[in-house]
Structure formats: C-alpha cells, structure tokens
C-alpha cells in the first residue's frame, strides 16, 4: 500500500494548484482537508491512516497527546522553517521527521502597513460608509512627523521600519537584545526600554518571535502607558499581546485602535469581541497568505517528500 498524505487547512482550496503534485503520482496518495478542526479528536481521526502530514503554519497545533496518537506518521511538513505549535522532541520520540520550507518576509510587512494605513486613514469605516451613501465622517491619522515603534528589530521588523522612514515618521525600536548600534545601523533609535517606546509612539507594531521572553510581554500594565491617540499592530504572534487586556483597553478607549492579524484562538470564534468593536482593524491571518508564499511552500513541501521517500530528506527541523 503506497503512503497516504494529508494536506492540512487548504481553507482556499488551492494547495494542489499551487505546485506540480505530479512527481508524486503512484508514489503518495494525496488528499487536502479545507476546513478547521474543532478537536484533537477530530484531527486525530481524519489523518489517523497517514504516514505523511504537510501542515499550513500553525494552523493545526501537533502537541505531544495527538503525536502519541498518530503511530502512523513519519513525515510532518510545515511551511516555514519555524512552528512553535508543533512539539519537536515528542516528534522526535515518535520518529516524526519534521521538515520546513522557505518562506517569504515580504508579504506580512505589506500586511502590516495595510493595517498601519487602514488605522490611520479609517479605510473601512469610511468606505462603509460610502457605499451606504455616507460621505466623510472621521479624520483620518497622519503617519509624517509621528513616531513609529517597533518591538522587534529582525528581518520583518527592519523593513517595516524603512517603509516607515519613507513616509517621514520617526522609528524607533525595543527588544531584549536589540543594541543601539544595531538599530543604527537601519536609521532606527533603539529606546532605552520597553515602556519608553510605548510611551512616546503614536504607532506600536510588534514583530518578535514567540517565547517564554515575549509570551504576554504586553499586558494591562503595558497598555495604560500607551497614549490614548495611539494604534497597536500586531501581525506577529497573538500570545504576545495579552487578548484580554486588550479587548478591555479598547473597550474603555484607552488606546485608539488595533489592527490585528493574529488571535489566540483560530479561527477567531464568531461571537468574539474583536470581530465588532468598532476600533479594531482585524483580518483573518493573512500575514503570509500570498500566491508567492504558497506556490514557495508546496512545491517545497513535494520536494521534501520526494525526498523522504528516496530516504533524504531536506529542510529538516532542528
């Protein structure tokens, strides 16, 4: 019996369009799943019979309890060459081999300031109202002159902040270890802390990677010192903005909006209140969702299978 192969969360049913499927014909057994599961339960039953898994990002988490329950699966493809829903040594454990592909930085800085942009200019709002017949009704942000802050400064972070220079704002940046000499070295001021930046931006964007240092890095506490004027963004990791805190200081109006791209729970549930305050910018996690991203990840993943089955695999996470 030839390999069976699952493709996970193909929502736009596109995963086979994307790349040449055909080295793999007679060799694997290809399906596509489209929607979400609502279980591990659920997971578990319908890839159950499959040696091989490519996943889209962290869309279905892989912890430890449903690795343990797929004694099938010995190849796991992921796009990107980090997953931090995926548990490497349980994996491991298993004998899962856990593969990557190359992904692109430039799709999510171009989310990114689609947010910043639809903030500041109320695009939504406006056009709504346009098309109901309205006709001008807000005052739009202005970005020259205002103060971009960034809380990461890595590949992502680095080309918001040019994009940022080019419409005249003033960037500045924070992490752990970002030095002032690197953030120089981009024409970025590194602020002194964290709280410094949240402070004095008018604009705070997020761009770190999740871990136990970034987990609810912004908080209650963090949120009262922004300015009542101010916008966060986040199209990094939700778990880096504590979600309920955040609701509640956009429900009091203590900051003047968010654009996200990120939630807790994914698919965002239908009765969630950022689906509707009138404040918030939200899109369905499309930070990586182009075609240039997509044609990259499946044709990667049928090389890394291809490769697997010749018994080398490429792109193999560590």
């Not at 000499?181 to 964007?205: C, I, M, P």
Request: glycine share 8%; proline share 5%; with cysteine.
């Amino acid at each position: 019996m030839i390999p069976r192969c699952a493709v996970l969360d193909d929502y736009q049913d596109v995963a086979l369009s994307m790349a040449d499927w055909s080295p793999l014909d007679g060799a694997v057994d290809v399906r596509t799943l489209r929607r979400p599961f609502g279980s591990e339960d659920e997971v578990a039953e319908a890839i159950g019979d499959c040696e091989i898994v490519v996943a889209m990002r962290e869309r279905t988490p892989f912890p430890a309890s449903l690795l343990a329950r797929l004694p099938r699966l010995r190849l796991l493809i992921t796009s990107g060459m980090r997953n931090a829903s995926i548990d490497l040594a349980a994996a491991a454990r298993h004998g899962v081999t856990v593969c990557g592909t190359s992904s692109n930085t430039e799709p999510p800085v171009e989310l990114t300031w689609a947010l910043i942009l639809g903030l500041a200019r109320n695009v939504v709002t406006e056009s709504t109202a346009l098309r109901a017949g309205g006709w001008q009704s807000t005052l739009g942000a202005d970005l020259h002159g205002r103060r971009l802050g960034l809380l990461g400064l890595g590949k992502i972070g680095t080309r918001v902040a040019r994009v940022g220079q080019a419409f005249g704002m003033d960037v500045v940046a924070w992490s752990r270890n970002l030095t002032p000499e690197r953030a120089a070295e981009t024409g970025v001021t590194a602020t002194a802390t964290k709280e410094e930046l949240l402070e004095t931006s008018d604009f705070v964007s997020v761009h770190l990677v999740l871990g136990e240092g970034t987990r609810g890095l912004i908080g209650a506490p963090e949120l009262r010192r922004m300015r009542r004027t101010a916008y966060l963004v986040n199209t990094s990791r939700a778990a880096i903005v504590d979600q309920s805190a955040l609701v509640e200081a956009l429900r009091e109006g203590r900051i003047a909006g968010a654009g996200l791209d990120v939630f807790a729970q994914e698919p965002l549930p239908a009765d969630h209140p950022l689906r509707t305050l009138p404040n918030v910018l939200a899109l369905p996690h499309l930070g990586y969702v182009t075609r240039r991203n997509y044609e990259g990840y499946f044709r990667e993943a049928v090389e890394n299978i291809q490769g697997f089955l010749a018994e080398k695999v490429v792109r193999e996470l560590a």
